[in-house]
């Protein structure tokens, strides 16, 4: 079985051909065609870490994503996350190869905000607002450096000395990438990636603004507050997993009835022009065996 590092698991999986991976992902699992229960997640005895297990069966390939979660290892000189994602082929179970699991997650979940923003934008992409300086914020410039070649990219940091070190660290060729000034020109799209448990952003909403919510990947962690939520059509990448993983969504007490997936807006369901849209992506392991997908193809 092949196992593939972290920099060629980035090689595998290019952006453009991720996201249409992704697309198809979508609509596969709104069909029935691939089988993609909710994640486990296990804490361990002193609750300072967590072992998460995400498989997902098609018709093509099995795939199931390991991965360790432990806070405190940035002190002891070891990543936060930590896994694999382990692919297999349908039919006889034969095990094919392995991918890095941090960087699937990195570039699947970058790619699933541009598949949003491809599919739910009203106009031009031309200035784009990054909320956090993490590992998410470099995957996302990596994404729209890969697709929106000559956009400008504004990043707002927890402070503006975070904002303009990020900037300084990640300049991308194809993109103008600058921190955020006072009196910034309206955005054509808004994506938030942090960690945050309380409000970052909460502007009303505006049809010409799509909002991407990214991190709040737990009830208890919150990035957009109601103002912009209670005005926007309301949007979920996994359906299954936003209820207890939307952070957003779950405080400001949604009805659930009124949130659709994003598999409806690739069918061309979507609001009319003048409606605000709020996408907001928790990941599932569909996602992850889109990436497979790619990787078995661009690995021949």
């Not at 099995?62 to 990543?79: D, E, I």
Request: contains cysteine; proline residues 7%; neutral net charge.
């Amino acid at each position: 079985m092949q196992q593939y590092s972290a920099p060629e698991t980035r090689a595998l999986l290019p952006f453009p051909a991720l996201i249409d991976a992704l697309a198809q992902a979508a609509r596969d699992t709104a069909r029935g065609l691939i089988q993609c229960p909710e994640r486990t997640t296990i804490r361990t005895h002193d609750q300072h870490g967590a072992l998460m297990n995400m498989p997902c069966v098609a018709d093509d390939i099995m795939v199931t994503k390991l991965l360790t979660l432990f806070a405190s290892n940035p002190a002891l000189g070891l990543p936060t996350i930590q896994g694999q994602v382990i692919c297999a082929e349908a039919q006889a179970g034969r095990f094919l190869f392995t991918l890095d699991g941090p960087t699937v997650t990195m570039r699947r979940t970058a790619a699933i905000s541009l598949l949003g923003i491809r599919t739910l934008a009203r106009g031009p992409v031309r200035r784009v607002l990054l909320i956090g300086t993490g590992t998410q914020a470099i995957a996302h410039l990596q994404a729209l450096d890969a697709v929106y070649p000559g956009i400008t990219v504004v990043i707002r940091g927890r402070t503006p000395e975070r904002a303009r070190t990020f900037c300084a660290a990640h300049a991308m060729p194809g993109l103008s990438v600058r921190p955020e000034q006072a009196d910034e020109d309206p955005f054509d799209v808004v994506l938030t990636l942090t960690a945050s448990t309380s409000v970052i952003y909460n502007e009303p909403a505006r049809a010409s603004c799509l909002v991407i919510g990214v991190g709040a990947y737990r009830t208890d962690m919150v990035e957009i507050g109601p103002t912009t939520i209670a005005g926007s059509a309301l949007y979920v990448d996994d359906p299954i997993g936003a209820p207890t993983e939307a952070g957003d969504l779950h405080q400001a007490k949604v009805d659930w009835q009124t949130v659709r997936p994003l598999s409806l807006a690739l069918q061309g369901s979507i609001p009319a022009p003048d409606q605000p849209v709020f996408f907001k992506s928790v990941g599932c392991a569909a996602w992850d065996l889109a990436a497979c997908r790619v990787a078995r193809q661009q690995g021949g």
